[in-house]
């Protein structure tokens, strides 16, 4: 085995500390209103679905935020994550492209939505909260947080939009086997989920719609809070862990990244591996290109105007600067549920929007034949999620194979397919089949942004 296959840290090599990439941003975004006042959001706002802890992380420049010791105890369940370089991939691709991949599916619910559950856990345990709500596209957070919730003896109860609850049944067990309560939404528990049934009752569901039931559920009651797996500031932060250790990884073996490449549904996998590497091209001219990859069916920065809008279909959330395909937006029902979402981290748009990243889309078609290729000359089946991440480094790698350069490529691998197969049963019996969001629909979506400018 070559020295650079698996390239691991030891426990003292892990992170103790969350890079903040608002500390460096040349431009801040807009600050978050208050969906009922219009004003810019206060703590008192959050505060009765958010500890004061995470409250202070979403709104800190601080450059650096201290892991906690119990929070760093749990990570070390699973973390530092593997580095693979893929030999077998860039054999097959016959490119001169050295290809690197973060491989976060190794932790106990198989994602890298664990590196935010915990602390997320952690803090609401420390304010006395018993129980949080929360939703789930593909299952990979409603387990992570499930699992979060059961080290810290917390409550759990996860909205799981319907048709990913229909499409992935082993992740609702999963859910289940860690002590979760798990809704398809749009559920008739919820006002929002009955407003949604009433003019919909075959609706598949969306991120939007179970954000809104789940926000519902936590502001009715004192003992319960909100969780969000992706989006908000404080879970691209808790994320960081990724490049952080990617970083130390690259630097054992004497490389540097030429191109840097996370799938984007809300932000958060993406931002974990990107944040570092951005941090560096804002403060030390790094020449690092760093793309954002998400579906050809549910195309937010590639297709989406940059602008205030909900982050959920009954207007419950904070009014948010991002890039945006409309908060009653409907994506189809897409295998990879995890990136199903109508707008993206406000960090992460506004980096788009400085330039500062690139984003690109691909049909589901091209990332499941990613998927299959990669599982084949690497032993892991990926995710749907993870698969487009794939797809674009397969991309980077044939265009440094016709232009006979050799770059650097890493991408994350943010988590496995094992509760999958049923999607890749589709794509194998050509059931599968590609969705481009009509330019029509997306204009009509648009058309019902809250009146705000930025």
Known sequence: MRADTKILLTEKEMPTVWYNIQAHMPNLPPPPLNPRTGQPVTPE???????????????????????????????????????????????????????????????????????????????????????????????????????????????CTVYMVKVSYQQKPYRRSLM?????????SPSPLTQAGRAVLEQSPDSPG?????????????????????????????????????????????????????????????????????????????????????????????????????????????????????????????????????????GDSPLVSQLLKDGLIEAV?????QVFEAAVLFARTEGILPAPESSHAIKAAIVEALRCKEAGETKTIVFCLSGHGHFDLSAYDDYLTGKIQDYEYPERLVKEALANLPKVEL
């Open 45 to 155: 706002d959050l505060l009765p679905i958010f500890p004061l802890e995470l409250i202070k992380q979403e709104v800190s420049t601080e450059p650096y935020i201290e892991i906690p010791e119990e929070v760093q105890q749990l990570y070390r369940l699973f973390r530092p994550t593997p580095l693979f370089r893929a030999h077998r991939l860039e054999k097959a691709l016959d490119t001169p492209a050295r290809i690197y991949y973060k491989y976060e599916g190794t932790s106990p619910a198989g994602s890298h939505k664990v590196n935010t559950s915990i602390p997320q856990a952690f803090y609401n345990k420390q304010a006395g909260i018993k129980r949080l709500a929360t939703e789930t596209g593909a299952g990979q957070w409603g387990s992570a947080l499930s699992m979060a919730c059961s080290f810290f003896g917390l409550e």
């Open 361 to 365: 889309a691909y049909p589901q078609t």
């Open 176 to 184: 289940r086997v860690f002590g979760a309560e798990v809704i398809p």
């Open 206 to 342: 969306s991120l939007g719609i179970a954000i809104s039931e789940a926000v519902e559920d936590a502001a009715s009651r004192e003992d319960t809070n909100y969780a969000l797996g992706s989006v908000l500031n404080h879970v691209c932060l808790h994320q960081t862990v990724i490049g952080q250790e990617v970083q130390a990884q690259l630097a054992k073996v004497d490389e540097a990244a030429d191109i840097v490449i996370g799938c984007c549904g809300g932000g958060s996998n993406f931002a974990g591996i990107s944040f570092p590497f951005v941090r560096d091209k804002i403060l030390k001219g790094t020449k690092t290109r760093i793309i954002a990859v998400e579906p050809a069916a549910c195309p937010t920065l590639t297709k989406g105007v940059y602008a205030y809008d909900y982050g959920d279909v009954a207007k419950l959330t904070p009014i948010m600067p991002m890039y945006t395909l409309g908060h009653d937006f409907m994506p189809p029902g897409i295998h990879a549920g995890g990136l199903r979402y109508h």
